[in-house]
């Protein structure tokens, strides 16, 4: 007899602008056999007309603040995806109210808050407490810390990233949302969207021992810097070198490839939303490329894996303490900038190396996972 089958989480958003329409929904609405959206809310009325517009969700599941929504029966978890300074405050009183929570990044705005979430989720231990980070579960990125776990370019030894993207405010984008441009967490644009940057670094290099930092301010658009220089010296004993510029001038095209340089080959990951790229190398100069085409998966997964966390009690990969561990990377960073000093991390309790995820009861990393995937050979070789 099949077992019967467990009714979808009841969902309430606190907050239902860009991130929600842009990044969770489309995710989301695949995934109507593990959630139901039965309550959100935006402080503005209008954000609220516009996502019942698009998502075709009952008007009337509209609730004017988010002590209604928290107040309800009817929601068992939510989605908090609110500007950064005022996530902890949110999360706070949804876990006051007996919710499980999923958090926009990044966990916390400095590194005191940071130890906050960390001390917030060890209040709640019953509750599951993830901080969203898709770059854990995006396709192309567990295949690359796949390949790595699998010894297919030896031992790493050097990783070189540098990631260039022109910045200047842009209506009904992300940049141009006002908290963005005079931002009240530290590090900017390198906190915000940098972190995912440091999540991956993480996911596939493993964790960070010190860190020697420099930041310039070349944008006139952002009150941050808009440089990061970064050096990193990992756990493991291998280098690298991470530099993001974020400039208000347009830039000529740029790779932005990130490279993996082991004894025995070279990673290459590369490409963009549409097309995603990991390319291996070996001794011989032959490569063998894998392209992942469509959705990466990144935040369905995520959605998934709290699901996962919530109805059967699996401990999610994107956790606090990680979050808290990709948000003190880029807050030592900038310590050391200040300070014209390498500085070491400190190990995050209950963080550690990133768990790889996979789809539950499932030994494949893609089973159940729409989106395309081809690989070709080919050799560089003159």
Partial sequence: MAAPAIPPIRLGLIGTGLAVEKLHWPALRGLADRFTVTAFTDSSAEQRSRFAAYSGADPARSVADRAALLARDDVDAVLIA??????YEVACEAL???KDVLCE???GADAAQGAAFLALAARYPERTFMVGENYFYRDDLRYARTLLDDGAIGRPHLMAWRHTDWVVPREGGFTGTPWRHRPAYRGGVHLDFG????????LLCGDIARVHGAVQAANSTIDAPSDLALNLVFTGGAIGNYTASFPEIPVPPEPNEMRLYGTEGVLVLAGSEAERRVTRSGRDASTRTTVFRGIDNGYRAELVDFADAVQFGVPPVGSVAQSVANAMVV????????RAAVLTLDPVPGAGPVPLWRPRGSAGLFDGLPGQRTSSSASFAA
């Fill in 82 to 87: 609110v500007p950064i300074p005022h996530l």
């Fill in 96 to 98: 006051a109210a007996g």
């Fill in 105 to 107: 990044k990044p966990a």
């Fill in 195 to 202: 972190v995912h940057h440091i999540a991956q670094i993480r």
């Fill in 331 to 338: 807050q030592r960073a900038l310590d050391s900038a200040e």
